[in-house]
């Protein structure tokens, strides 16, 4: 099952403006191919006879021209003589020109006080491989509002939710793409039965290359929200208090299906194809939530000397759980595991939870804005770690100075001819999270019963 992030957010304005209400729309229409095709061999001809058409390449049977090859320390007869046939170009039944279309509105406007922003979009591409396809929905808002001189608010939200069709790759035998390079080209693909209505075998152990295309159903949806709160405040000159609360759930939800063979019986395919159907779901959640308070002050002391200073404080919680279930040798008309052999069915469910939180102080001398000393501390805290070593604590120390900026320096000669020259030197302390899972520390088992596997920890 495939699990891949969500992607493609629109990276498009979505702040306010004070003034009238303004409208803005945009649609585009789009058109994907195929930028090359792979060359394929049609020449009509192939070694062996008509009897070979439903083999793959081997020894020649009795009576057919053959010349000896050793591989291995192994002889083996290979056919010399040609036979007719028809060769096909399958990129033309696998690929497709896809169109598109992407449409866009928004409205903003506001007054000094309130701004205001909105927007919804549709996109909907179809890909170069048929059956395939995406489109995305998506809807963004934010508010703004001055409670005082000092004092401002806002908050937003962004959602999107996509849904794609897909079909497998990256597999020899189920892949429509690869199935150009592997597959025998002797045989008409589209070719259906006309008893059962289904595609028709090609090489013994291998899957058609349009049944991938015309017969699974590999599908999924992604839903995301990410929603923010900040407050900007200054009460006091040279203070500046920032806070932001931030909350970024996803949810993705994937399936798979692929039906029995109708070939089956003819093509003889192994267990790893799956020959008499499989089906499987899966679903992950994500919750990320991320908090930042920041105070800075900053103020002259006296002509030549200026103070600046920070302290802040970052709160982060992520959980993620993850759930599949999975089976085989479907009940015929059942697309779901439901439908599947019990002795087949197999679940799994992972849990991943864990927090971060730090704190820092940061103070700086400047003096003349030539000479800086700087001195901060921070200290973190993981869940990852255990309780012993849960917080660490990472001092630094530095200072420059900008020796071009000197009055000897400007009124020497060496100016004319280096332009800028400043020493910096610094000491610090430095760290991150681990490498080890959240809980490889622990106990992680099977209760016996088959094909249910269960994950258990505790934080």
């Known amino acids: ?20 209400p303004k409208v803005t729309f945009s649609t585009s229409v789009n058109v994907n191919e195929l930028r090359k095709k792979v060359y394929i061999s049609t020449y009509g001809k192939q070694f062996g006879s008509a009897a070979l058409r439903l083999h793959t390449i081997g020894a020649a ?51 000094d006080k309130t701004q205001y922003f909105a927007s919804i979009s549709y996109m909907k591409n179809q890909g170069i ?9 998506g809807l963004r808002l934010r508010i703004e509002q001055r409670l005082a001189d000092w004092a401002k608010v806002s908050a937003g939200l962004t959602y999107t939710n996509s849904f794609s069709n897909e079909k497998p790759n990256g597999n020899v035998f189920y892949s429509p793409i690869n199935s150009v390079n592997i597959t025998n080209n002797i045989y008409d693909i589209t070719q259906k039965d006309p008893l059962t209505g289904g595609l028709k075998a090609v090489e013994p152990s291998r899957v058609n290359p349009l049944s991938p295309i015309e017969d699974f159903d590999f599908n999924q949806s992604v839903s995301r929200t990410i929603n923010d709160l900040q407050f900007n405040l200054t009460p006091l000159k040279g203070l500046s208090i920032d806070y932001i609360l931030g909350v970024d759930y996803f949810s993705q939800l994937g399936k798979n299906y692929i039906p029995p063979y109708p070939y089956q019986a003819e093509a003889g395919l192994p267990a790893e194809r799956y020959p008499n159907g499989f089906a499987g779901i899966a ?23 200026k103070l600046n200073a920070v302290a802040g404080f ?61 001195g901060a501390i921070r200290r973190d805290g993981s869940t990852l770690f255990s309780s012993s070593e849960t917080n660490q604590f990472y001092p630094k120390v530095s200072g420059s100075w900008v020796i071009s900026d000197a009055d000897f320096w400007k009124n020497g000669s060496l100016s004319n001819t280096v332009n800028g020259l400043k020493f910096r030197a610094s000491f610090g302390d430095a760290g991150g999270l681990s490498a080890i899972g959240t809980y490889d520390r622990f106990w992680q088992f099977a209760n016996g019963l088959p094909g249910v596997q269960y994950f258990c920890a505790k934080q």
């Open 1 to 20: 099952m495939a699990h891949v992030p969500v992607t493609g957010l629109l990276l498009l304005p979505q702040r306010g403006k004070s003034g009238t």
């Open 61 to 111: 049977p009795a009576g057919v021209e053959s010349v000896g090859i050793v591989r291995d320390g192994v002889t083996t007869k290979l056919a010399t003589n040609l036979v007719d046939v028809t060769r096909y170009d399958y990129q033309d039944n696998i690929f497709q020109t896809g169109y598109g279309n992407d449409n866009y509105l928004s409205i903003n406007g506001g007054t």
């Open 129 to 137: 491989i048929k059956n395939t396809d995406f489109q995305r929905y």
């Open 314 to 374: 970052n709160y982060q919680f992520t959980r993620r759980d993850y759930s599949k279930t999975t089976g085989e040798n479907l009940t015929s008309f059942i697309q779901t595991v439901s439908g599947a052999a019990s002795n087949t069915v197999l679940a799994s469910y992972g849990l991943d939870r864990y927090s971060v939180s730090g704190q820092f102080a940061q103070t700086t001398f400047g003096y003349k804005n030539q000479v800086f000393l700087t």
């Open 283 to 305: 679903n992950g959640n994500s919750t990320q939530i991320n908090t930042d308070l920041n105070v800075s002050y900053e103020k002259d002391l006296t002509s030549s000397l």
